[in-house]
């Protein structure tokens, strides 16, 4: 500590490092340098839209004061974030609780969870929910579907596997139906991402109880945040599965 600084440390375990915050740092930081008030946000977490579609919708609301409303577009995703300026937590709720119901009537089922939800669990609860087992087949993405998929260690997942070079829609697809075979899983889809100068283009085959299909989608942007955007794209395809 000095006049007019300190440093805290923290832990580097997330609960213990959240609860020394909210126990014993945000007091002591209020206390030592007399502050008042509280600043609080609430993240809105979308997928399956642009940046553009969502500013079309919620263009007004971005022009509040207190709640903000701001949008950060991530690679096949974007996060709506809500801030508002209050005496204290319940008042800032307050002023944040009738703007997010305002932005979820708005953007519907574009909006999959809020802040610490993440794109692979929502859609690993759908599956849990329609009582689905999932094996995915991938290549061009470096692993990175699987591993996103495998790290929630949800009992639904049966496993990936990693193709050594990019695969076209039929081969892909041969490759869905043996391994998904192997595993014996309802649900296998099939990833593959080929990376051109100016466009990436993501083949897909879904093979589920209900239906097979192939889908196609393209990305133009930045090559090297395609790894990141496939897989945001597949997990939002199966967030919104229906079982009929």
Sequence with gaps: ???????????????????????AVIPYLKNRFDLSGTIKARILRTAGVGESAIDQ???????????TVGLAA??????????????????ADALIAPVEADLRRRLEE???????DSLEEIALRRL??????????EAGLDG???????????????GGEILGEVADPESLAQACRRFQESRQSDLCIGVSLSCGEE?????????SPVK???LTRTYGGPPKMATQWAPNIVLDLIRRLKSS
């Design 57 to 67: 919708k919620i263009a007004d609301l971005e022009t509040l004061s207190n709640p």
């Design 199 to 207: 466009q990436q283009t993501l083949h897909l085959t879904i093979l």
């Design 110 to 116: 574009w909006i999959y969870g809020a802040d610490s």
């Design 1 to 23: 500590e000095t006049k007019h600084s300190a440093i805290v440390c923290l832990p580097g375990v997330p609960r213990e490092m959240e609860h020394l915050m909210q126990t």
């Design 212 to 214: 097979a299909a192939s």
């Design 144 to 158: 990175r579907l699987t591993n996103r998929i495998a790290k929630t260690g949800h009992p639904a997942f049966l």
């Design 74 to 91: 991530h690679a096949g995703s974007v996060d709506i974030r809500i801030t508002a300026k209050a005496a204290s937590d319940s008042e």
């Design 128 to 137: 849990e929910a329609l009582g689905w087992t999932l094996t995915v087949v």
